[in-house]
Each structure stands twice: as structure tokens, then as C-alpha cells.
């Protein structure tokens, strides 16, 4: 089993992301599997410019950039892996701009003149499968406390998914990032049990090829404690400016 993570923050290896890829890839090798890393801000990646020249008879399916920066290489890396872990974090609800570049340079990889059905039943173009169709997981790391910040960037890779005929094998999103970052396991006794979830995570991977339900469940532990009445509290909206007002509700 060969599993290729991209990583897509800005902060490259001193990101959160890479923290969190670094655990799952714990897990990976001590189940004997292979696990490599991109870090996308340590390469050149031009911008797809919708030319559309990649669709033509004279550079076909062959992005205009393709001997002009680094694409090429990272793509027949995820030709020859088995699981692609596309690593974000949340930039302004979705994911950052590293990985959108990225994801928008497929499009010389697939013929938009043969139009074909996916598995899910939509109409769509040809593909590279041995790129685009590879089984992946979604990792994302947030600062926000709410569920709602990433369900933007969950919805585009479920998208992703029934276009391109890729398995999502898991989604883990780890909210609250910058607390399990900053703050000690004194201070947050659930951070070795994320950890390890983490861990536990790359190695169902390895040995299933898929996220089992109980990692990802302890994986997204809330790192927050609050009281119940606080938590039904915070369901009721006009509440919750008011929680903050009063210092109940406190993020460090």
C-alpha cells in the first residue's frame, strides 16, 4: 500500500496540517505500509490559465506549463499511489489557496471532448483515472469551534468524488486546531486520545484501506468541555453572543 499526502498550507511542515499528516503517517508505517508527503509550498505550480490549449491537437492533454514547474512530478506520484490524502486547512470556509491551484491544474489531464457517465450517473468528461480516480481521504484542520466552517470544503470533495469516480475512504476534520496545537495534555486531557486516533487512522488505512468509524469518532473529539446547560444553551442562537459577553464561553 502506497499512500501520497499532499499537503496544501501555506506553513508547509510547520503547519497544524503537517502535524496532523505527520500522525496519520505514524500510523501508515507501523502497519508496514509506504507513506510519502508533498508539500505544495515547496514547489512551483503555475496557475491554470483556462487556455484551454491542453484540448487541442496541438498540446494534447499537455498543460502548457508541463516542463515549466514542478506539476508534472507530483502528479506521476499520485499516479503510483494507491490513497491520496488531500491536507488543508480551512481558509475562509473552504479549502486554501495552495490546494485549489492545485486541483485546478487536473483539468489538462482529461479530455472535455468525450463525454462519458460517472458511476454515480452524472455526465462528465473523460478523466485520467490513475490520477483523478484514486481512493482519497479529506483532512482539514480548523481554528473555528463550529461545525459549520468546514462543511463547505466537505461538500466540494464529496462532489469531487461522484464526478471523478474516486472513493472517499475518509473525511477527518479537526476543529479547535489551534488549542490541540498550543495547549498540553494537562490542560487538554483528550489530546493523546486524538492523537492516537490520528494514528489509529493511518494504520485503517494501511490494513483497510478505508477511516473506520471509531477512529474518525475520536479523532474529532470536542476539545471543549462546557457544562449541559451551557451546551443547550449554545444551541439557541441569540444566546450565544450573550454566553461570550458574560465569559462563559472562552477560546483560550
Do not use: W
Amino acid at each position: 500500500m502506497k499512500m501520497l499526502a499532499i499537503n496544501a498550507s501555506h506553513r508547509g511542515e510547520k503547519g497544524f496540517t503537517q502535524f496532523l499528516i505527520n500522525q496519520i503517517r505514524s500510523g501508515v508505517i507501523d502497519a508496514g505500509s509506504e507513506f510519502e508527503t508533498i508539500v505544495l509550498n515547496k514547489y512551483k505550480i503555475n496557475q491554470c490559465l483556462g487556455c484551454e490549449l491542453c484540448h487541442t491537437e496541438k498540446s494534447y492533454l499537455k498543460c502548457i506549463y508541463e516542463d515549466k514547474d514542478d506539476m508534472k512530478g507530483i502528479l506521476e506520484k499520485m499516479s503510483k499511489s494507491d490513497i491520496i490524502i488531500y491536507a488543508t486547512p480551512i481558509h475562509v470556509f473552504n479549502m486554501s489557496g495552495l490546494m485549489k491551484n492545485f486541483i485546478d491544474r487536473f483539468n489538462s489531464t482529461g479530455d472535455i471532448s468525450k463525454v462519458t457517465v460517472s458511476k454515480k450517473g452524472i455526465f462528465f468528461h473523460h478523466i485520467n483515472a490513475n490520477i483523478c480516480s484514486k481512493p482519497f481521504v479529506l483532512l482539514t484542520s480548523c481554528g473555528n469551534i463550529e461545525n459549520e466552517a468546514s462543511k463547505s470544503l466537505v461538500y466540494y470533495f464529496k462532489t469531487f468524488s461522484k464526478f471523478m469516480d474516486a472513493p472517499m475512504v475518509g473525511v477527518l476534520v479537526r476543529k479547535s486546531s489551534f488549542l490541540l496545537r498550543n495547549m498540553d495534555e494537562k490542560s487538554i486531557p483528550k489530546k493523546a486520545i486524538i492523537l492516537n486516533a490520528f494514528r489509529e487512522a493511518g494504520r485503517d488505512l494501511a490494513t483497510r484501506g478505508t477511516i473506520s468509524k471509531k477512529s474518525k469518532k475520536y479523532a474529532e473529539l470536542n476539545i471543549l468541555q462546557f457544562p449541559l446547560l451551557i451546551k443547550l444553551l449554545m444551541k439557541i442562537r441569540p444566546l450565544k453572543s450573550t454566553l461570550v459577553k458574560s465569559g462563559l464561553i472562552k477560546l483560550k
